[in-house]
């Protein structure tokens, strides 16, 4: 089974993220946070998901808060999934369009963060590219001010990581059974982090990560994950792979890798999928570089489960909001 050395011992953000009593006030990481947190999680997810064509999972546990979205990066999913998780719970939500935000005219993004305080917005979902920003911000909203991590640099990106994890779960219940590949460009991605630290704390019986040499992590990342230069030997008896896209925004521009030659030596593709269990499923967090990363016929193919996880991240999402509401609420019926 795949062991973790990394612990939230040493690790600020998973820190920053609980009150006083050790509930969650904040997602920010999902290093640090229990199997049974991680299960109760997934959980209510699942509670949440409806099949495809039913009528969304609606209720009222955030009747009168303010959700504001401020994405610093380009999103679609997540943007989106976060926005509609919190109109179906009854949250008033807005979408701050950061293009023309005052951090252009120079205002910090914590003065930002504290005039939204003031509009008593009290749920604040952030993608930035800065590491730390979201641990940092936590640190200094008021106790009933919660900060969702949608995206932070190549860090982290813990709902993500949830809802590959209630995806891979809803193929298979026992995490124990599964070995599970992540490839492409693990260094750069805060989706491999998320889902490493979700599915190591699961208690998946193997996790590999493939990449070509420039794009694998630094010894000591990812510990307990076996590690593949070959990708052909990496999909051998795989329960289930995610194609990850190249992340050209945080390279060089001489660091990119040309598009043709990676797709031959490490595109999934589907002759690369019969290697995986004949039934193994294929992940992709969006958005996806086809026949790039991942052969079109692949993503269509009826292996593939990236139309699941994009239904599966509204419901994550509605459960990590809940869960984050109902802990500020308990928190208050204490004093
Ligand atoms: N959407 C994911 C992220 O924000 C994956 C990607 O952009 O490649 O990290």
């Known amino acids: 089974m795949a062991t973790r050395q990394a612990s939230a011992a040493n690790d600020p953000s998973a820190n920053a993220q609980r009150d006083s009593d050790g509930r969650l006030q904040h997602l920010i990481t999902l290093e640090g946070l229990s199997r049974d947190e ?36 380009p999103s679609t999913r997540t943007r989106v999934s976060f926005e509609l998780a919190a109109q179906r719970l009854g949250a008033e939500v807005v979408n701050l369009d950061m ?58 990106h813990p709902t993500q990581g949830l809802l590959d994890a209630l995806t891979i779960r809803q193929h298979r219940a026992d995490f124990s059974q599964l070995t ?40 000591g990342e990812f510990a307990g994950a076996t590690r593949y230069g070959d990708i052909d030997a990496a999909m051998r008896g795989v ?3 995610m194609a990850l896209r190249i992340q050209r925004e945080r390279m060089l521009h001489s660091q990119i890798p040309d598009e043709a030659s990676y797709y031959r030596t490490f595109g999934i593709t589907s002759e690369r999928l019969n290697l995986a269990k004949p039934d193994a499923i294929v992940l992709h967090p969006g958005p996806m570089n086809r026949d790039v990363e991942i052969a079109s ?39």
């Open 38 to 73: 991680l299960t109760a999680l997934l959980d209510l997810a699942q509670f949440y998901v409806r099949a495809p064509g039913d009528l969304p999972a609606r209720d009222q546990s955030l009747a009168g808060h303010t959700v504001a979205n401020l994405f610093f990066e």
């Open 99 to 156: 293009q023309s935000s005052s951090r252009v005219k120079g205002e910090t993004v914590l003065d930002t963060i504290y005039t939204l305080q003031a509009m008593h917005a009290d749920i604040l979902i952030m993608r930035d590219a800065e590491p730390g920003l979201p641990a940092m911000i936590a640190r200094h909203v008021a106790p009933h001010v919660c900060i969702l991590n949608a995206g932070e640099a190549h860090l982290s």
């Open 180 to 219: 599970v590949l992540i490839a492409g460009d693990i260094a750069h991605s805060r989706v491999a982090r998320s889902a490493w630290q979700a599915l190591t704390t699961l208690g998946v019986k193997e996790l590999r990560i493939a990449a070509p040499e420039d794009l694998m992590p630094p010894a």
């Open 239 to 241: 329960d289930a792979v």
């Open 297 to 335: 016929d692949v993503a269509d193919g009826r292996r593939s489960v990236i139309q699941r996880q994009v239904t599966n991240g509204v419901a994550v999402r509605m459960a990590v909001l809940a869960t984050i509401v109902r802990n500020v609420q308990a928190r208050r019926q204490l004093r």
